[in-house]
């Protein structure tokens, strides 16, 4: 089966079995050893991710966000 094809079976499971998954996949990879230059690569990668232009959030935002979290949880 190719990566493509198991991303979109994957993506068709219960969130339960999809987390089941994952674990398999990181307990498959806990004795692996990881090249330093794949391990670095991967590492860019998801600072990429994470970048961002804007500042985090203050106390009072997250706060504020949390809050209106809740409030549509209890309209739904």
């Known amino acids: 089966m190719l990566l ?4 979109e079976e994957a993506v068709k499971l219960s969130p339960r079995d999809r987390l089941a998954l994952v674990s398999a996949i990181i ?3 806990q004795n692996t050893p ?4 794949e391990r670095s690569g991967a590492i860019q990668r998801m ?3 994470l970048k961002t232009e804007k500042p985090a959030p203050t106390d009072r935002e997250v706060a504020v966000m949390l809050e209106e979290r809740r409030v549509e949880k209890d309209l739904q």
Request: proline share 0%; charged share 35%.
């Open 27 to 29: 307990e498959s990879l």
């Open 4 to 7: 493509q094809e198991l991303k």
């Open 47 to 49: 600072r990429g991710l």
């Open 34 to 37: 990881i090249a330093k230059s």
